[in-house]
């Protein structure tokens, strides 16, 4: 019996970081484990990354849109017919004193950090649900444990994520969902 590859969305694929790298060791594992979706705001930003090489598939989701997330989730489920890992982590920082952060920073933060994550797996559950089985990551931050100066407003949107992933959690299980968190500490990414 020839075994299913299981199919993987990633957010957040950008040269140097974290969505960069899950998405070329989930390829490297082979074409007969995971066929790999990464998803990215801006396509020209990811132009000549050596994803399509390792069979990466690219497409443009920004995690802040509605019709964006369905448009890609949709897309995915057409040609695959399922989405078996959702991995969130698309993501942005904020940084700078909590009082002099403008608020529409503090927003965008907050829409990508935790509602971009809620929007993605609220869009991917049903599907999930109907085969009764599927795993979300979200990609927390160590800094919602260890909050620090000047990266307040970052620091609440991952505590925000870290209890919201734990109530998917209870919620998804009845459906045989597992909803899981990786909270890694210091990375020096594209981002850092």
């Not at 979706?37 to 443009?60: F, M, P």
């Not at 990609?139 to 109530?167: D, F, M, Q, R």
């Amino acid at each position: 019996m020839e075994r299913q590859q299981k199919v993987v969305l990633v957010t957040g694929y950008s040269k140097g970081g974290i969505g960069y790298s899950l998405c070329e060791e989930f390829a490297r594992r082979g074409v007969y484990e995971f066929k790999v979706y990464a998803t990215s705001r801006n396509l020209h930003s990811v132009n000549g990354l050596a994803g399509k090489a390792l069979g990466i598939q690219i497409l443009e989701m920004d995690v802040t849109s509605d019709q964006s997330v369905k448009n890609a989730i949709d897309s995915v489920i057409e040609k695959e017919g399922r989405i078996d890992i959702l991995v969130n982590n698309a993501g942005v920082i904020c940084a700078g004193p909590l009082a002099d952060v403008p608020m529409e920073l503090a927003l965008k933060s907050f829409d990508t950090n935790v509602f971009g994550a809620l929007r993605t797996a609220r869009c991917v559950i049903p599907h999930m649900t109907k085969r009764k089985e599927g795993m979300i990551v979200n990609i927390g931050s160590i800094g919602a444990y260890v909050p620090t100066p000047w990266n307040g407003i970052y620091c609440a949107s991952k505590a925000a994520l870290h209890s919201s992933t734990e109530v998917l959690e209870m919620e998804c299980k009845p459906l045989n969902i597992l909803v899981t968190l990786v909270s890694p500490g210091s990375i020096k990414s594209s981002q850092t």
